[in-house]
């Protein structure tokens, strides 16, 4: 079965700095992964997500993510951190189908990033 | 625009009522889906329909039931006896096959007083 590991629930950074959020993920067969983002008491909305073209995947609000399969890693990256980027980041796999063509998304625990001023 | 839109944002259940979550979408999608959010534990798949009149249990269905008779509502029952019910309930929905990834909904925030 998949599973994702996201390497810390809380990242602090300065603004200006650089973000980085950490994911691994397993999975038997080749995977597609997605980054998504949740501000509180509102649902999750994509970032950005891996569909095996290219391997550095550019999403929305400056982020950019890129799969490393001999390190089995989907890392969230943006250069310059702004404090509309608080929020919590979640990292999903999704390596097969469920029954009827529906698609499961398995979700790591959640980093919540937080800007310093 | 389309979306999908869950309602109510709030809702406070008594011991031992059942409790309907609502959730529509216009986006015309095939699959549907209910996430349950606790602090510090991610999402859990509740529930799946891929097609109407069909659903399929996810990983932790015990205590909550659903009905597709439409393909674009997808309402969720909290019944008496789901034990720990106080959670953030999420609807997605997704096209049919892989790799699309899911739109939410905005998300129930369910308490027990």
């Known amino acids: 079965a998949q599973s994702v590991t996201q390497l810390g629930s809380h990242v602090s950074v300065s603004e200006g700095a650089l973000v980085l959020l950490r994911c691994n993920y397993s999975s038997s067969v080749p995977p597609y992964l997605f980054w998504y983002v949740q501000y509180p008491n509102q649902g999750l909305q994509l970032l950005l997500k891996?569909?095996?073209?290219?391997?550095l995947v550019k999403g929305i609000n400056g982020f950019e993510a890129e799969f490393k399969k001999s390190e089995t890693s989907f890392h969230l990256t943006k250069p310059s951190a702004h404090m509309s980027d608080a929020a919590e980041y979640f990292c999903a796999v999704s390596d097969g189908g469920l029954s009827q063509g529906a698609q499961k998304l398995v979700f790591g625990q959640g980093t919540r990033l937080t800007i310093n001023p | 625009d389309g979306g999908i839109t869950q309602s109510p944002k709030y809702l406070f259940r008594k011991e031992g009522q059942n409790v309907t979550l609502s959730c529509e979408q216009n986006l015309n999608h095939d699959a549907m889906y209910w996430y349950r959010q606790d602090p510090g534990q991610g999402l859990r798949l509740i529930y799946y329909s891929q097609i109407v009149n069909d659903f399929q249990k996810g990983d932790i269905a015990e205590g909550y039931s659903v009905s597709r008779e439409k393909k674009e509502s997808f309402p969720l029952t909290v019944t008496s006896a789901q034990k720990n019910p106080t959670a953030f309930y999420l609807c997605?929905?997704?096209?049919?096959?892989?790799?699309?990834?899911?739109?939410f909904g905005s998300g129930t925030r369910l308490t027990v007083v």
């Open positions: 997605a929905s997704s096209p049919s096959g892989q790799g699309s990834g899911y739109t």
């Open positions: 891996y569909t095996s073209a290219a391997t």
